[in-house]
């Protein structure tokens, strides 16, 4: 039976108010034109001239005869050919060979891949080239990671953590065999993996079941008290991709980039990179044709290809096989640890992008520490880069717990072609935020944030992707430890937020709801337990105006800060429009 205990008490959520706001209007269908037909008679190389140049003369008498009696034979052969077409058009068209109206095809659904970054380590050596050489970080670092599968008519997919090599970790739940019927209990379990220490990369998958795609999700948190690599970093256990866009990194001095390349599949992938910088884009020998073999990590030291930027944007491409891409970005300022984090892919370029969960800190205390030699990319900022030919005029806007705040720069600016942009967020009042920006031109964008205000004094930063719009039933993993909270953002009409938390024994608890006013932000404490078992991740789902979610991460006592972006809900059966006809 489904357990109905309520979830434990969570802090109410600002801006609460009566649900009620409508969905955005679906957009009408269009039709192409039909093609233009060629002109009735016409013939194939009608008007071409022939060139005299190079051809044969034919010699008089006999030849002469000879050719002007080939040309009528082909005049014959031309009347007849155009006799057949002629009575061919007047034959009606057989019943098969008109084209018939589009229909959908089924695609069978496919596992649901997620690869969890490894641990944070430190370079080893220099950091010219790619294939980064790495040492170990800290005598206090701990690497854990986090996943849950959700249930489909009762029953749990075939999922399991492996690692890279296909050797299993941990196996969630065994193949169950027959789609389950119609009939079946549709008690929601979940499968999930609480708080697991590795040392390597590691690859969460769940089969399909019933041609529906898994729901799960994994994350990865690291942690240490010492050492260059001090502070917090989460990660989502991204899904491979083709195709996506890094924002953040930075390769000036104390700032190191490495991206890190995973292909889980049983496919070669070749990767080229698009690197962005504050001056345009970075033409780099090395960052074509990278080569990853199938259940390898290849290291990427970025500082070997776009040394000295401080704003760096990298789109990853790859062909053959899909790579999971993830940037492990640290700052060391002189002697003193700056914080450690792993940048992930954020949304495609588009004419709207938002960054929930955007924490900042007291903006006076922000002043005086940026105002500090080698501390002016201590304060929160946002990063905007626009990869076409054409300007982009981007309008930014805030949403805090009590409405929306104004940039003291007036919240529009111009991002140039080509290039990254950083637009300081400093002056706006402490609080979470929900940051949307706008233009009429795609872009990428990317949020930073940071924790500690003391010079000389160990601090952390993190940086929130571009987030997805929330759907239905998002599996969202919370790694286990410190401060923890769900945050979510409305723009401009209220949204109803529905949350189910899940627990180490596999249970789903019954869902609360939040109720967020448009143009605000809301945050939701999470529990350690929730009726004596340790919550490890919720079920979210989204209603009313487009929604936004992360889970912000702290640690009790020190200058901790990581962020998690929600990841897309699991899609349902996939259909494709298939015309048939000859």
Not at 167 to 184: L, N, Q, Y
Not at 210 to 237: E, I, P, V
Not at 555 to 566: I, K, Y
């Amino acid at each position: 039976m489904h357990d109905h205990t309520p979830p434990a008490a969570a802090t109410p959520p600002a801006g609460a108010e009566t649900p009620g706001a409508n969905k955005p209007p679906l957009a009408g269908d269009t039709t192409a034109p039909a093609a233009k037909q060629a002109p009735e008679g016409a013939t194939a190389g009608a008007g071409r001239k022939a060139s005299g140049r190079g051809a044969t003369r034919l010699p008089g008498g006999k030849g002469r005869a000879a050719s002007v009696a080939g040309v009528a034979a082909g005049v014959l052969i031309l009347a007849g050919g155009g006799a057949v077409v002629a009575a061919g058009s007047l034959v009606p068209h057989p019943e098969s060979s008109r084209i018939m109206q589009a229909v959908e095809a089924a695609v069978p659904a496919g596992a649901s891949v997620g690869v969890c970054p490894g641990p944070a380590r430190l370079l080893e050596g220099t950091d010219a080239g790619t294939d980064a050489q790495f040492r170990p970080e800290s005598a206090t670092a701990a690497t854990r990671v986090g996943a849950a599968v959700l249930s489909a008519g009762g029953v749990l997919p075939g999922s399991r953590l492996a690692r890279l090599d296909g050797t299993a970790a941990v196996e969630i739940a065994k193949d169950p065999g027959p789609a389950p019927t119609a009939g079946a209990p549709q008690e929601l379990l979940a499968g999930v993996v609480a708080d697991r220490a590795v040392d390597q990369v590691n690859v969460l998958r769940a089969d399909a079941l019933a041609n529906q795609n898994a729901s799960a999700a994994g994350a990865m948190k690291y942690t240490a008290s010492d050492g260059d690599l001090q502070g917090s970093a989460a990660a989502a256990c991204g899904q491979p991709s083709n195709d996506q866009w890094l924002a953040g990194a930075g390769t000036t001095v104390g700032r190191t980039s490495v991206l890190a390349l995973t292909n889980a599949s049983s496919t070669p992938a070749t990767v080229s990179l698009e690197l962005f910088g504050a001056g345009g884009q970075i033409q780099a020998p090395g960052s074509r044709g990278l080569l990853v073999a199938p259940g390898t990590t290849r290291s990427v030291v970025l500082a070997g290809l776009a040394p000295n930027e401080s704003q760096l944007t990298v789109h990853v491409r790859s062909a053959g096989g899909p790579v999971a891409a993830s940037i492990q970005q640290s700052v060391l300022r002189g002697l003193t640890p700056g914080g450690v984090d792993f940048i992930s892919p954020g949304t495609a370029p588009a004419v709207r992008q938002v960054m929930a969960g955007v924490d900042i800190q007291d903006p006076s205390g922000l002043a005086t520490l940026t105002g500090q030699p080698g501390y002016g990319d201590a304060g929160p900022a946002l990063e905007l880069t626009v990869p076409g030919a054409s300007d982009a005029v981007v309008e930014i806007k805030l949403y805090g717990r009590d409405g929306q705040h104004a940039l003291p720069s007036g919240g529009v600016i111009t991002a140039k072609a080509g290039s990254t942009t950083e637009v300081s967020l400093a002056g706006v009042p402490a609080g979470q935020y929900t940051v949307a920006a706008s233009s009429d031109v795609s872009f990428v964008a990317a949020a930073r944030m940071s924790r500690g205000l003391q010079a000389g004094q160990p601090s952390d930063v993190a940086w929130a992707p571009s987030a997805v719009r929330l759907g239905s039933q998002h599996v969202v993993p919370v790694p286990k430890g410190g401060l923890r909270q769900l945050v979510f953002g409305a723009l401009d009409a209220r949204a109803t937020i529905t949350y189910a938390a899940i627990t180490a024994d596999g249970k789903v608890r019954a869902a609360a709801a939040a109720d967020i006013a448009g143009g605000t932000t809301a945050s939701i404490s999470v529990p350690a337990q929730a009726d004596g078992a340790d919550v490890v991740g919720y079920v979210v789902s989204a209603s009313g105006d487009a929604a936004y979610g992360a889970v912000l991460l702290g640690q009790d006592g020190r200058n901790d800060v990581s962020s998690l972006a929600f990841l897309a809900a699991a899609a349902g059966r996939e259909t494709v429009p298939v015309a048939l006809g000859y």
